[in-house]
């Protein structure tokens, strides 16, 4: 297993009055922490601990999979589902998707590039890039990329996906009107196998090449498609804690008027030419 990992901010910035650059400032957070009355920033995780953990099955730690990364995935954990929506099958991709729900929402004052590209078994990769950039004090744009390919262990397992998500941030100075904009596409293409032809196959043939185990389907395919446009717009009444401060990241927020709203196009194809 091969993992690379690499962390670019700016190598230049803006310096101070004293001649001196400031320190780097990078954090971000996820649609649902603007519904607390303060916001949490996070950090981006660029440590070495559990970098093996590089698919999203190992870290949305307990879920099984049919084969290799990018495989349909089932959580272990019962969970209701937090909104109810149409079924369209992808439930057992759900894990492989960008959603308005995990865009991120930078808050940095110098360009910030992070590249993650992993090389597992069974020509199993994974390659994510990660940017944000504030054009402005108030205004911040990221982009998140991800392609996951693999074969699979088993025949007829090959795996193709792809993730896009575009997302803006603009807030006012004192921090009392937000606006967040999300643009999304999600797509993979999975190869079908049915399952093995008959489970009788692991007493007779070596369990080391599992490669060679027949399966049901030999020509089927499935397709998946999505598009997602999230805007959210707040306008909050806001107090600072500290009055001779009016940073917006100590603010708290006490009335609140929202308005949301989201489109999405979804599609699921099917092929088997048996």
Not at 38 to 60: G, M
Not at 180 to 208: H, P, W, Y
Request: proline residues 6%; neutral net charge.
């Amino acid at each position: 297993m091969l993992v690379l990992l690499a962390s670019l901010p700016a190598l230049a910035g803006n310096a101070d009055s004293s001649g001196k650059e400031p320190p780097a400032f990078i954090r971000y957070f996820h649609i649902s922490a603007t519904e607390n009355d303060s916001l949490l920033y996070l950090s981006p995780d660029s440590a070495l601990e559990s970098f093996e953990l590089y698919t999203p099955a190992a870290r949305e730690f307990p879920h099984a999979l049919l084969g290799g990364a990018g495989t349909a995935a089932q959580n272990l954990e019962f969970r209701l589902p937090p909104f109810m929506e149409n079924y369209t099958g992808f439930s057992g991709y759900d894990l492989y998707r960008f959603s308005p729900g995990n865009s991120r929402f930078y808050k940095c004052n110098k360009p910030y590039t992070q590249i993650n590209y992993a090389l597992g078994p069974k020509k199993e990769q994974l390659l994510q890039v990660d940017y944000a950039q504030n054009f402005s004090p108030l205004w911040n744009i990221s982009a998140r990329f991800r392609k996951i390919l693999s074969d699979g262990y088993y025949k007829r397992q090959n795996v193709n996906t792809g993730n896009i998500d575009i997302s803006s941030w603009y807030h006012n100075k004192p921090g009392s009107y937000n606006l967040f904009c999300s643009f999304i596409v999600n797509k993979a293409s999975v190869q079908e196998n049915g399952g093995l032809a008959s489970d009788s196959v692991f007493r007779t043939v070596s369990v080391e090449d599992p490669w060679i185990y027949p399966v049901k389907l030999a020509h089927a395919e499935t397709r998946f498609g999505e598009k997602i446009f999230f805007i959210r717009q707040s306008w909050n009444r806001v107090m600072h804690p500290d009055s001779s401060t009016k940073d917006s990241s100590t603010q708290l927020s006490t009335q609140r008027l929202s308005y949301e709203f989201s489109y999405s196009e979804k599609t699921r194809v099917y092929e088997d030419t048996d």
